[in-house]
């Protein structure tokens, strides 16, 4: 029974979080989104998948992101985004760092650097987010989750001034047993400095450059 309604809330999570990308890109990017764990793409594979953000501050709004994750050593890995919506349009790339893998009683610990070129209106904003960020995985009877948490700085330029902004994360990545071609994550960023605040979910499909997408 418990099997079960873990297999119905993995398959109506995922797609339900399609049809939003779907209505979602026909009405409105992850803006400053981290939308990931400490858990590294292996070398060589990469991940594509979509993000839906809700902004809960400065009026609401959405944006809606699509981006592609790329394993480079057993401690590096990349991810490079496009998105629309509140944020008329953003580009990102990312490089995370994580020397300290999740062992043991240890949990995954390292860094992650993202730099964004946006469009607000009439306006081009440019971003540099340092983010150091920790993630701790475990097993249960409904697949593994990875919990992860970051503290973002924001650096930024608007209308040729600059300005430093920060975030509080908290999300977490689930691999479920019965629908193990994706990785699922939810998150909530907390505007603590000039900001914004939002609620996001990420779906993404692992594949890799020999086999391409990974099948049950």
């Known amino acids: 029974m418990k099997n079960s309604l873990g297999f119905f809330f993995s398959k109506t999570f995922s797609v339900s979080l399609f049809m939003l990308l779907g209505w979602t890109m026909s009405a409105s990017a992850g803006y400053l989104t981290l939308g990931e764990s400490g858990e590294l793409v292996k070398p060589y594979q990469y991940r594509i998948g979509a993000s839906p953000q809700f902004l809960t501050n400065e009026s609401g709004g959405m944006n809606v992101q699509a981006f592609v994750d790329a394993g480079w050593t057993d401690e590096l890995a990349s991810r490079f985004s496009f998105g629309v919506g509140k944020v008329d349009f953003n580009l990102s790339g990312s490089l ?9 009683q240890q949990p995954a610990m390292g860094i992650r650097l993202t730099g964004y070129f946006a469009r607000m209106g009439s306006e081009s904003v440019t971003t540099l987010q ?27 330029t608007f209308k040729d001034k600059g300005g430093l902004g920060t975030n509080f994360i908290i999300g977490t990545e689930l691999k479920h047993p019965d629908a193990e071609r994706f990785v699922f994550a939810t998150e909530v960023g907390f ?8 609620v996001a979910g990420f779906v993404s499909i692992p594949f890799d450059s020999q086999s391409g997408f990974k099948k049950r």
Do not use: Q
């Open 191 to 198: 505007n603590l400095k000039d900001s914004f605040s939002w």
């Open 130 to 156: 340092i983010a150091p960020m920790v993630s701790r995985k475990f097993e249960s009877e409904y697949g593994l989750w990875i919990p992860y948490s970051a503290l973002a700085f924001n650096v930024g």
């Open 96 to 104: 995370k760092y994580i020397p300290f893998p999740d062992v043991d």
